[in-house]
T-cell receptor
Framework: GAGVSQSPRYKVAKRGQDVALRCDPISGHVSLFWYQQALGQGPEFLTYFQNEAQLDKSGLPSDRFFAERPEGSVSTLKIQRTQQEDSAVYLC?????????????FGPGTRLTVL | GQQLNQNPQSMFIQEGEDVSMNCTSSSIFNTWLWYKQDPGEGPVLLIALYKAGELTSNGRLTAQFGITRKDSFLNISASIPSDVGIYFCAGMILTGGGNKLTFGTGTQLKVEL
């Protein structure tokens, strides 16, 4: 596909369950970002990859959040022992390289609901 | 985390009216961006501003990068029904760890036919 894709689009988890959210960036894009968007808020930065290297994880809210991009393309955001406050839309974005003029293209997001 | 202040929070206007919204920050940014988000979708870039004082247009959209680098505004002229959605400003700082975006709180636009 031409754009960023994310799966699943919707995920319902019971509190305490582990979840894994997948992001397929635009082919050839070096930079990949994860954002968390709470209801009624703007997206908030979680973490950034340049190829397979995770260069910034300053936005991850706790050590229950873990992201990886082992081959520099597909990325997975994993949340362990989910809590109700983890309920949000998780957005993935990719950009060609890392220049300030590179557009970040967003996927449709995964809506996570923790019961 | 930090979110930029956007005003107004929401607005309900008549089709054909002009719309204006702004975004302010306590921090300086090198780049200002304006995105639109439709329900169930990710944000889509509308306009990017790279230089303080820059005024840029994209069709019916006009945006300006404030001189202080701490604010920006977006104008939409002659609004149409498809302009409905949530508009977000975002500031970017170029760092060695990537160009992460700091988003505003959003302005929800509703257009009455």
């Amino acid at each position: 596909g031409a754009g960023v894709s994310q799966s699943p689009r919707y995920k319902v988890a019971k509190r305490g369950q582990d979840v894994a959210l997948r992001c397929d960036p635009i082919s050839g894009h070096v930079s990949l970002f994860w954002y968390q968007q709470a209801l009624g808020q703007g997206p908030e930065f979680l973490t950034y990859f340049q190829n397979e290297a995770q260069l910034d994880k300053s936005g991850l809210p706790s050590d229950r959040f873990f992201a990886e991009r082992p081959e520099g393309s597909v990325s997975t955001l994993k949340i362990q022992r989910t809590q109700q406050e983890d309920s949000a839309v998780y957005l993935c974005a990719s950009s060609l390289e890392g220049a300030s003029t590179d557009t970040q293209y967003f996927g449709p997001g995964t809506r996570l609901t923790v019961l | 985390g930090q979110q930029l202040n956007q005003n107004p929070q929401s607005m309900f206007i008549q089709e054909g009216e002009d719309v204006s919204m702004n975004c302010t920050s306590s921090s300086i940014f090198n780049t200002w961006l304006w995105y639109k988000q439709d329900p169930g979708e990710g944000p889509v870039l509308l306009i990017a501003l790279y230089k303080a004082g820059e005024l840029t247009s994209n069709g019916r959209l006009t945006a300006q990068f404030g001189i202080t680098r701490k604010d920006s505004f977006l104008n939409i002229s002659a609004s149409i029904p498809s302009d409905v959605g949530i508009y977000f400003c975002a500031g970017m700082i170029l760092t060695g760890g990537g160009n992460k975006l700091t988003f505003g709180t959003g302005t929800q636009l509703k257009v009455e036919l």
